[in-house]
Each structure stands twice: as C-alpha cells, then as structure tokens.
C-alpha cells in the first residue's frame, strides 16, 4: 500500500511539464469551486441571519398597499377567519393602521390662512386628534410634505404649493400625524406583544372602549400619564398605558382597541394588515404561498417581514443559486480533467501496464496506483488552489452580492417608489450589508472531501480501463 | 512438471492468419534446463507468451503440475503469473521510472512479502546478476541494455518461482557476463529444482542446456545431436 502510494506520486511527477500544467489548471477549478463554495455559505448565513431577524411572522396586506402608501381594498374579519383556517398558521392579529391629524393645525389650514400646507402630508390623514406630534418635520418631513402637496395627493384634495393661495413663497409650517394603531390584542402589527412601561396593556376590546396606549415621547410631548385623556375624532380617550416601541418614531405613536378605532373613524370592519404566526420557520414560504391562495393573489399581497427583507432576501438567493451552480460546475470541470489527463496517461503507459500485469500484480493494485497518482495531482492542486481561494473569496463573494442587488434595486427603482416616498429603496442593500467570508474547517473539509470524490469519481473510468490490459500488451512495441 | 499439449496460436493479420504456434505438444520434468530455438519470426516469443499466461492459446492446454492454466480464471492467473512464472522478457520490460532495485521488489511486493525482505532479497539478486551496489538505485531508464538485461533476470528470480521463461536472456551480454547468467540459470536448476526454458540463438548457451527444441513453421522438434552438455 504504502509502496503504490510511493509509485503513484513518482508516476505524478514522470512527466513534470505536463503535471504542473495539469496542477495549475486544477487549482484554478477547485480554487473557484471553494470559492463559490464559501460564498455560497457566507450568503447562506446571511439569509438565515436576515430569516431569523423576522422569526415566523408573515404580514399580509391589501394587495398594492403597504403602510399608508397605495391603494386596494381593505382587509375585513372574513379574511381573519380565512387565514386563520390555512394549515401551519398559529395565531392571526389583524390592525388597522392610522394616520391622525393634529386638530389645531386642520382648523387652521380650514381656515383658510395657510391652505396647502398643513393638510399635504404625504397621504393625509384618517381622522384627528388632540395629541401634539413629539416628532418635528424637520429637514425630512418637509421635504416629504413638499412632495406629497406637489403630487396633490391628499385625500381631501388639498391644492398644490404652486397654486396654493397665499402658501406661496412662504415658509410652510406643518405637522407631523401621529399613527394610530387599532390592536385586538396586546402584540403590535409585527407580533410582538407591546412593550408597556406604566399602567395596563388594553383589556376592553369593544366598539365603545376608550382605552389608549400612549408612545413614550407622545405622552411627555402631551403631558399624558396614566388616567389622562384626550381626544381621537372629538371622542374622549383615556390613557390605560405607556409603551415604550424602541424607537422615536414607533414612541410617537397610539395604540387602540381595534373595533374602537374602526368605529372612531368609520372604518368599521376593515383591517389594513394581518400578522400571521407560523408554526415554525420552515413551514414560513409554504404557508406564504397558501395564504396568498387562501386570499387570493389579487386581493392580497403576503410578506415575511418588510420588503426591504424580501429583496434582500431574493437577492441573496439568487447569488446564492449562481455560487451553487458554480461550484459544482468548477467540480465537474476538475473532473473532466481528471478524466481526461489520467484516460491520456493509461494510453500511454499501456505497455508498462501490461509489465505489471504479467509479472503478477493483481487489477486492483494498478487501478489503485492510477487512482492514487490521480489524487496526487488533485491534492496539490486543492492545495494551491484552495490558498487562492482563502484570499479571493471574500472578494469574489462582495462582487457577486453587490452586482446582485444593484440588479435588483434598479429593478425595484423602475417600479412604484419613485420620488419622496418613504426614503426609497436600497434598504436590501443595507440589510444585506458587508459580507464577509470566512473559511470555517467544515466549509473547507467539506469542500476538499467534494474535490476528492470528484477526482476519484474521474479517475475511476481510467482505472478501469488498466483492467482491460492485457499482459500481452507488453510484448508489443509502442 | 510442465506439459503442452496441442497448444496453437493464431493471428489474424488483414485477409489471411499466421500460425506462428501449430500443435505444439512437449513436456519438462521438474528441475530441466531447456532451450528453444529457431529463426527470427519463427513463433517462439509467442510460444513463451502461452506458457506464461500472457496470452490465451488459440486451442491446446499448458499443464502445470497437473493443473490446466489455459482454463484458470483470471484471479488465478494472476496468482500463477506472479508465484509460478519467472518471466525475462526479450525487450526487459523494466519499469523505467524505478530504480533496479525497486523492479526487483516489484513481484515480491504484490507476493506481499515485508519490505525489509524485499529489499534485502532484491539487493542480494542484484548481487548475483553482478550488478554492484550503486547501480541498484539507479533508475532503470539511466542503465544499459546489459544491465537491464540482468535487472530483468533478477527479476524474473524475484518470487523463486517454478518456471522460468527467458527470451534471449544472454542476447544482450558479452561472452564472460553471458557464461554468468548461463551458469546462475542452470545451478537453479540444480539447487531450487526450478524448470528453465530459454528462448536463444546464443550456442554456447544451447550447448548447456539438457534438453534443446527447435521451432519453425509453427511446429516444435527436439534436437538431440551428440555434444550434449551434461
Ligand atoms: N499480436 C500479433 N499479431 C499479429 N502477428 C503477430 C503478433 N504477435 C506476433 N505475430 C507474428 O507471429 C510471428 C512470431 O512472432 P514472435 O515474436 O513469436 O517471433 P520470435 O520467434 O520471437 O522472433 P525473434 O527471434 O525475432 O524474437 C511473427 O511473424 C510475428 O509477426
Ligand atoms: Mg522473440
């Protein structure tokens, strides 16, 4: 064994110009078989990274809404009980989300004094309240309520700044609206039970409740504690709670019982989204699927977490499928080498096959000999390549992420989101983020034993064919 | 004992076929050293072939000690090939990318005998071939036509097999190497009781063997004339 294995690597080597070409050409392939392989792996991380980030929850819209931006028509109960019934789901929270305006600053803008102004917010608003935005517009809500007047999209068909009275020129004070949530529950419209910090979560769900969660920053903006009240659409509400969302713009927000909030602003009976639970997070793209049936593809539209994600996501898949598909076809291509370079070198070495045949070594030695001498060239070849790989994998895995989702931010670009929407697409790209590349032992061994199979797979056919020697072979001459 | 009988070997060249071998039937007692000679093309490399199962006879069968090698399976062709049969082939047929010493342990690598024997036994047959110490390491594609001429012979010895069959083993030597060789096959012989068959035109070699054929036309005749050499 040890003496065949010795040959074998002197066989390698018989021909040095020959072999070093064959090394070279190798680890070229296996150097870009590893490095698909662990880009293939880096990004296969990244995904389960990024799925994770949203665990098992799926959003399901009005088909071509998202937020407060689009259109469609609203989600109902009957949906509720509709998804509730599709297999794999555990639970389903429907919200209706609002956008509610400031009373002072519409009585102002009915008023007549600044028309245009007050009311372009971008998408407008569901109904009014007494409670003071604790967010200022800023350089960026004003550049957005600037776009959303131009548009003139306002549902109360607000003019725009251009012939917007005595607006023009001056500098347009406004408001942001605070959202409103109408919950059946006690989790938010991504599943996650509401982070209270002070008084009680909502526990009167009816149409008439006057029960209210108040944003942290919302309520010091307003002076709110516990017990307090205000008002949504001249109702009177009373603070149950304080929550705390995490971040200033979730903190700027109000939390309803749903059926109040419907009924509050004549919404009865619509939901803007459902949040579904799924069993677990393998069943996640299955059930997706079937609840988009259940609902019906052109009522609905269904995502797991945000779209930035499902892009983010979708573009890693797709590099992830193109690195997959590289690696084997890099391990096929050292295959064929193989096969080919050993085929070439049992045609040479017929007559010397022969010798050993008739002085008695058995088929099995010399097809072991061949296999062995073709794992050589392999080994060196995994080796050097491999070493190329560690360097320029990182390197080839970024190119390929960030030529992917440029492909797709400029698809996503074309369609919708044009102009001051929500700050716009390239959110996939920020999610995605920089991979980096690492070579971990299993990526690597695992790796080598694919090379090693392959090549031993293409060394086969060459070894069997020094079955078929006769050692008669060795009387001819060559 | 070795016994041919019948044993013909055709070849199919173009439209018409040879038959370098034609019914050939003969036999050796254990321990015989035996010549076979003849023209240039009169057959008797291949009558070699078929007595060391390089090549399956046309029709007839090759005896040895009473088993019919020309009905083994491959299996145990291998086995005799490697146990039974010493072959020195006219060509030598070394492994060129080997050093000598390293052909010679070849038969007895795949007989799976101990490396440290093998190379004690290869240095020791090398020794007899006269061959000295820094040839042995040397590849067989750096020696001469003699030297592989004698690194084949030692190992063809190699196993200490039953039958050796050599193809012009002196053809390649001069006279004093020739006797050698000659005198190193026939105490063989003597002491191992080994069956030597050599194929050669070298007359002082014919001269002392015991037993001389002559093959041509594809037919083989002994020869008994009256200077035999026992
Ligand atoms: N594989 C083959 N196919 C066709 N003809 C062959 C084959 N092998 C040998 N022959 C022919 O058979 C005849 C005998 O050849 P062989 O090699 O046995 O002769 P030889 O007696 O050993 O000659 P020499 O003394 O020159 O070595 C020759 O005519 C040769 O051309
Ligand atoms: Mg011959």
Redesign the interface.
Known sequence: M??VLA?SV??AF?NKVRSGAVVVILAVAIGLAMSMLVANQAVGDRISALKGSVGNNLTVNPAGARGFQGGGEPLTAADVTKAKAVAHVSSVTGTLSLRLRTETATTTAQAGTQAGTAQGGPGGGDGTTSLQSAVEPGTLGNRQNQSGAQSGQGPQGAPGSGNGGNGNGTVRTFTLPVSATGVAGTEDANGNTINVTSGKQLSNFAATSTQALVGTTLAQKNNLKVGSTFTVDSTKMTVAGIFDGGTVFDNNGIYLPLAAAQKLTGQTGQISALTVKVDSIENVDSTKTSLTNALGSTRVDVTAGSRNLDSAVSSLASVQNISLIAFIAALVTAGLIVLLIMIMVVRERR??I??????????R?IGLQFVLEALVLVVIGAVVGTAVAVFSSSGIASALVSANTATAGARGGRGGFGGGGFGGFGGGAQLIGNLTTTIGPGTLLGGLGAVLLIAALGALVPAWLTAKV???E??R?E | MLEVRNVSKQFKSGDHTIKPVNDVSFSLEQGTFAAILGKSGSGK?TLL?LL????KATSGDVMVDGVNVSTLP??KL??Y???DIG?V???Y??????TAKENV???M???RVR?SERQARAAELLEQVELEADVHDRKANRLSGGQQQRVSIA?ALA?NPKIILADEPTGNLDEQTGELIIELLRSLTRTQNTTVLVVTHDMALARKTDRRFRLAKGSLAEEFDRSRAR
């Open positions: 040890l003496s040959r002197g066989n018989r007559r010397e022969g010798v050993l045949k008739a002085i008695g070594a058995p088929n030695t006769r050692p008669i060795v009387l001459g | 490399s072939s060391g199962a390089l090549d491959d299996g291998t086995a090939r490697r146990n072959f082939f006219q060509q047929n070394l492994v060129p990318n080997l342990m070849l038969p690598e795949f007989a490396r190992r196993n």
